[in-house]
């Protein structure tokens, strides 16, 4: 194995709190290139995120989910709320594509349209956009550290890697590498970064990915951490195996006496 050692962050709910911007990014895409009769949007949903979708934010994979659930919240008859919401959530993936077959839509176009939702808002206002995100300055400081050791950064994310590097410039990170869902699934990208380097941990929200990454065989070396701030289904934080560590962020300094 090479020496060349390699810290791994997963982006959303781990360097930043994007919930304002999925909010306000998946209702633009719904009002502009949607296109669906069973919605209309009221500028005052802008304002504050509901906690429905809060809620809801852990079971989501990809960006294109997150229009089908807001399009869900903001639907004029039976729309999903507080009440209903956890129907939604215990079928969570069949009820995704149930509602994409019914309204005839196709994941690649919900992620489409939520790419130009938000190039539209870079282009109309940039630095609003980026104020729609908050950095977890404790992970910032921990990519420092890192760096001034020399060790590598490399972020792997599911979302587009081109807004990813938007957030990261003007948070003054540099990693070596950024893979957004563009370059595969996080466990494919985690074994190839493998086998070139020595990967001192990967720092995750979602748990499904981390237990992934630790049953297979290529990848289960690597040091895997639950993201304790990110966003976390409530059962997510009990009965951790196969070597997951709950991570919060007053520990992360210890991580860097790795
Ligand atoms: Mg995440």
């Not at 709910?13 to 719904?30: F, K, N, P, R």
């Amino acid at each position: 194995m090479s020496s060349q050692k390699i810290f791994l962050f997963d982006f959303d709910g781990v360097i930043v709190d994007g919930m304002q911007e999925y909010w306000h990014t998946s209702l633009l895409a719904c009002e502009r290139y949607l296109n669906s009769p069973y919605i209309s949007v009221d500028q005052k949903l802008y304002k504050r995120v509901p906690n429905s979708f809060k809620e809801i934010r852990p079971w989501v994979k990809y960006g294109w989910e997150m229009i089908l659930i807001v399009h869900e919240i903001i639907k004029t008859e039976n729309p999903l709320t507080n009440d209903n919401k956890d129907d939604f959530i215990n079928n969570y993936y069949q009820n995704c594509q149930k509602i994409l077959k019914d309204n005839y839509w196709l994941a690649e176009d919900l992620q489409t349209i939520l790419n130009k939702s938000r190039e539209y808002q870079i282009h109309k206002d940039f630095r609003k956009w980026v104020d729609l995100h908050n950095p977890f300055f404790e992970v910032i400081n921990l990519i420092e550290e890192l760096s001034k050791r020399e060790i590598k950064t490399g972020i792997i994310t599911t979302k587009g890697k081109i807004f990813a590097e938007k957030i990261l410039r003007q948070l003054n990170i540099y990693p070596e590498f950024v893979f957004g869902y563009e370059s595969g699934t996080k466990i494919k990208i985690a074994q190839k970064l493998s086998e070139t380097n020595e990967i001192l941990g990967f720092i995750e929200d979602r748990k499904k990915t981390l237990i992934e990454i630790k049953q297979n065989s290529e990848t289960s070396h690597i040091p895997c951490f639950l993201a304790n701030w990110g966003y976390l289904k409530e059962s997510d934080r009990y009965n951790l195996n196969n070597g997951i560590k709950l991570l919060k962020l007053v520990n992360l300094e210890e991580l860097v006496a790795i």
